[in-house]
């Protein structure tokens, strides 16, 4: 089961994208486009893992929310087209764990996404591609129940395919994803991980090469 994620964003194009995005990525998604329906709706369930949170919103702004928000738990990422600073302090002081401006990468908010659960100790990642599941915390690879040993370099380059599955990732991403930090050594290091994968899991098929970009694996 993955993360519970709540999206209150009254932008319908921003909301369905995050939501498609995330729910690729076995995130479980809701979402809210106006304030007080999410502020009821809360009173009545608040078992999220996290809340991505339009500042700008009908009926109750997001620093109306913010508190509520606070009370029941749920750490919160501020997503607003407003570039005042001001706003920024006033969302972060009022609470919240991080802010991102729009227009945003989508890549880039699930990295904030993933520190930020990590932090909370809330992070479930449990990632699945057909037949193979990845546990990233407990680093075991099954396919149908069966366990399947990589090098550590391996797994982890796998483990960043299956989160971006139907992605296109960078090989610099894969790199910096890994180490946490930017990487100054040979990126043809993945091309050698990623021809492993292909043979030791057949997935020759399903690990596209994507010209001058990076690589995708591509779930049919």
Same mark, same amino acid.
């Not at 040993?149 to 391996?154: F, G, I, N, Q, R």
């Given at each position: ?40 709706? %809360? +009173? @009545? ?6 809340? /991505?949170?339009? =500042?700008?919103? *009908? $009926?109750?702004?997001?620093?109306? &929310?913010?508190?509520? %928000? +606070? @009370? ?6 501020? /997503?607003?087209? =407003?570039?005042? *600073? $001001?706003?920024?302090?006033?969302? &972060? ?128």
């Amino acid at each position: 089961m993955g993360n519970r994620i709540v999206i209150i964003e009254d932008d319908a194009a921003i909301a369905q994208a995050v939501q498609l995005n995330l729910e690729c990525a076995e995130y479980e998604v809701t979402v809210f486009d106006n304030g007080q329906t999410a502020w009821d709706a %809360l +009173r @009545e369930n608040h078992d999220y893992d996290l809340a /991505l949170l339009d =500042m700008m919103l *009908p $009926g109750k702004d997001g620093f109306a &929310l913010l508190p509520k %928000l +606070r @009370e029941y738990g749920i750490p919160v990422i501020c /997503l607003t087209a =407003m570039g005042d *600073p $001001g706003h920024e302090v006033q969302g &972060l002081r009022s609470g919240a764990e991080d802010y991102i401006a729009k227009p945003f990468d989508m890549l880039a908010l699930m990295v904030r996404m993933e520190k930020v659960l990590s932090r909370r100790g809330k992070l479930h990642e449990i990632y699945h591609f057909r037949d193979l599941t990845l546990d990233k915390g407990n680093r075991r690879l099954t396919r149908k129940g069966e366990e399947i040993c990589l090098p550590p370099l391996e797994f982890d380059v796998l483990a960043v395919l299956m989160k971006n599955k139907n992605r296109t990732v960078s090989r610099e991403r894969i790199l910096n994803e890994i180490w946490g930090q930017d990487y100054f050594g040979d990126i043809r290091t993945v091309d050698v991980r990623v021809a492993n994968l292909r043979k030791k899991l057949n997935l020759s098929e399903a690990i596209h090469t994507i010209s001058k970009a990076g690589y995708r694996l591509e779930e049919r």
